[in-house]
């Protein structure tokens, strides 16, 4: 996970604008539901708190994210249907947060 951090960092992540930061780690929304283990979030680091942030794993607010990005090593029907559920929850109350 650490490793797909790394990579898609590489590939052009900082080249942020620098309100943006981009970490892996869960999300939680305003109804206290958390995502899985996410690859890569940009979240807005300027209205963003920290819930918790370790070397490895960063837990923080989904109304907060402006992008979702999950690195798979190969594209099946299984690791499509495990990416997509891996981001719906914070899409989802990202969306309602934005519009609200």
């Known amino acids: 996970m650490q490793r797909a951090f790394l990579c898609v960092a590489g590939a052009g ?3 942020l604008p620098q309100r943006f930061r981009a970490t892996s780690g869960i999300l939680i929304d305003s109804e206290n539901r958390r995502s899985r283990q996410t690859d890569v ?3 807005d680091a300027l209205s963003s708190p920290i819930y918790r942030a370790s070397e490895r ?3 923080l ?3 907060t994210t402006a992008a979702i990005v999950e690195v798979k090593s190969e594209l099946t029907p299984a690791t499509l249907r495990d990416g997509y559920e891996k981001i719906s929850l914070p899409v989802i109350d990202s969306r309602k947060a934005l519009f609200a």
Request: aromatic share 8%.
């Open 13 to 15: 992540l900082q080249h």
């Open 41 to 43: 979030i940009v979240y």
């Open 57 to 59: 794993l960063q837990i």
């Open 61 to 63: 607010p989904a109304h």
